[in-house]
């Protein structure tokens, strides 16, 4: 290349590559934790046969919507209604017998005074009429429970909700010396979600929140978004009610219980959820995206800028 005439070839670098500078300000991120749990009817009900007697119909679809006071089954009510039938006759002798007590005690008050009769007497028919009234109001209180036992006999909704299958067909023998479970009514909307913390994880958050790292999240503001078991995302968010007071000493765990809207029925009891629950918030956090974020042996590192257009590593 010296002896040639022939201009000398310079290598050239490359210029610098661009690259993308974003800007960060510091705002307040809430802090999220992602938790399993398990769906739970918010009212249940278990409806019960309170009084002895066949099955005469089943009223109900099973599946079906019911409301609080809908009839669901009709037992017979023929025994219930003669017990009912002899109560009232109790009760109306009962009322005789202290009335004619009474028209006793009524007399011999003036006989007493001019010494006509005994005292004696006298006591003997006011303690009858007092025993007379003892009786009516025993017999007036066997009425009314033969006349409950009679309202009995038609099975109603005790609560508004969905109810499951027929425990009893029609002819079946129920109320015969203990209360025959009929069926059951859940109420799925809204709905609890019972969701399972470890207790290292509650610790650490409380001494952050103690330390002033991170600020509590009022209950109002404290939503929580549920994965189904598809990995979707449910539309309806939920909110958190409460943390229980005690660990499981087997799983060494929380109990927290949010509650969701199921206006859709879609999410049933007993099915499993993750969720995202909002528990904290970092007022002054600086957040970069993550393709920003390097790993190294010393930890996770950044390329800033300074004001002179020269890059650090932090």
Same mark, same amino acid.
């Given at each position: 290349a010296a002896c040639s005439n022939e201009p000398t070839m310079v290598n050239t670098p490359p210029p610098p &590559?661009?690259?993308? $500078?974003? *800007?960060?300000? &510091?705002?307040?991120? $809430?802090? *999220?934790t992602e938790l399993p749990g398990r769906v739970e009817a918010s009212r249940t009900a278990q409806v019960r046969a309170r009084a002895a007697g066949i099955v005469l119909e089943r009223v109900f679809q099973e599946g079906s919507d019911v409301q609080a006071g809908d009839v669901l089954y009709r037992i017979d009510p023929a025994p219930?209604?003669?017990?009912l039938n002899s109560a009232?006759?109790?009760l109306a002798r009962a009322e005789a017998n202290l009335k004619q007590a009474s028209i006793r005690?009524?007399?011999y008050a003036p006989l007493v005074e001019i010494n006509a009769i005994s005292r004696q007497d006298y006591d003997d028919a006011v303690a009858a009429r007092e025993l007379a009234a003892a009786d009516v109001a025993a017999a007036k209180a066997a009425?009314?429970?033969?006349?409950?036992?009679?309202g009995y006999a038609t099975v109603t909704a005790p609560i508004a909700g969905r109810i499951g299958r027929a425990l009893v067909t029609e002819g079946a023998l129920v109320g015969q010396g203990e209360a025959t479970p009929l069926a059951i009514?859940?109420?799925i909307d809204p709905v609890y979600v019972n969701l399972t913390q470890s207790s290292a994880e509650l610790l650490q958050l409380q001494r952050a929140l103690a330390s002033g790292q991170l600020q509590g999240l009022d209950a109002e503001e404290a939503k929580v978004t549920l994965i189904t078991e598809d990995g979707r995302e449910y539309?309806?968010?939920?909110?958190?009610?409460f943390s229980d007071i005690s660990v499981d000493q087997s799983t060494g765990a929380v109990t927290l219980r949010a509650e969701a809207p199921n206006p859709d029925r879609f999410l049933l009891p007993g099915m499993y959820v993750r969720a995202r629950l909002q528990q904290a918030v970092v007022n002054d956090a600086i957040t970069v995206p993550q393709q920003a974020v390097n790993r190294t042996h010393q930890g996770a590192v950044v390329m800033v800028v300074d004001l002179?257009?020269?890059v650090a590593v932090k």
């Open positions: &590559p661009d690259v993308a $500078v974003v *800007t960060v300000t &510091p705002r307040p991120v $809430v802090m *999220t219930l209604q003669a017990t009232k006759a109790q005690a009524k007399r009425v009314e429970v033969a006349r409950l036992n009679l009514i859940q109420q539309p309806y968010p939920g909110r958190l009610l002179d257009g020269r």
